[in-house]
T-cell receptor, first 112, second 113 residues
């Protein structure tokens, strides 16, 4: 089955700096790559996703890039703010989303 | 608002006890999932169901069983709980004809002593 690796496990940045989280996946048939944000004590929530037919997607301060050849995708957060502090999970699945696999998570801390 | 509700939210039990975690949803989604979250291991899929008559094992199904009692209800059982099943459990839903987004419940924290 799919295996998703996520790095780094922890990331600390100053407010206003950029943050990048990287994930690799093993199943070349995976074509859906979401990112979830989990604030302390809360449930994970989708923040952005990308499908294999595009290489980049942007939504305000967050963007995701996908390199299908290398089987890796990344989350980019620009102009970080304290409220961006959370655990971020990447995930990968095939078209029918029957077995979505998550990375181990990255704890992002944005220092004021 | 349509939501995914889990009960109980917190449970402490002893080794060998049978435990059931329940999930109900008012989103009208057809797909339901149970995930387990452990520090440093992310979210791991235990079981998933695409409709009432469809049950599938996930990545870590050993020691767990599920029941899809209705489209809106999906319960997870631990027949004989053991300490390494101490974790935060999340139910999630999605829509076959949707984008693939998972909608999570608030989580059930289980401690097995």
């Amino acid at each position: 089955g799919e295996n998703v690796e996520q790095h780094p496990s922890t990331l600390s940045v100053q407010e206003g700096d950029s943050a990048v989280i990287k994930c690799t996946y093993s199943d070349s048939a995976s074509n859906y790559f979401p990112w979830y944000k989990q604030e302390l004590g809360k449930r994970p929530q989708l923040i952005i996703d990308i499908r294999s037919n595009v290489g980049e997607k942007k939504d305000q301060r967050i963007a995701v890039t996908l390199n299908k050849t290398a089987k890796h995708f990344s989350l980019h957060i620009t102009e970080t703010q304290p409220e961006d502090s959370a655990v971020y999970f990447c995930a990968a699945s095939r078209q029918n989303n029957n077995d979505m696999r998550f990375g181990a998570g990255t704890r992002l801390t944005v220092k004021p | 608002d349509a939501d995914v509700t889990q009960t109980p939210r917190n449970r402490i039990t002893k080794t060998g006890k049978r435990i059931m975690l329940e999930c109900s949803q008012t989103k009208g989604h057809d797909r339901m999932y149970w995930y387990r979250q452990d520090p440093g291991l992310g979210l791991r899929l235990i079981y998933y169901s695409f409709d009432v008559k469809d049950i599938n094992k996930g990545e870590i199904s050993d020691g767990y069983s599920v029941s899809r009692q209705a489209q809106a209800k999906f319960s997870l059982s631990l027949e004989s709980a053991i300490p390494n099943q101490t974790a935060l459990y999340f139910c999630a839903t999605s829509w076959t004809s949707g984008t693939g987004e998972l909608f999570f419940g608030e989580g059930s924290r289980l401690t097995v002593l």
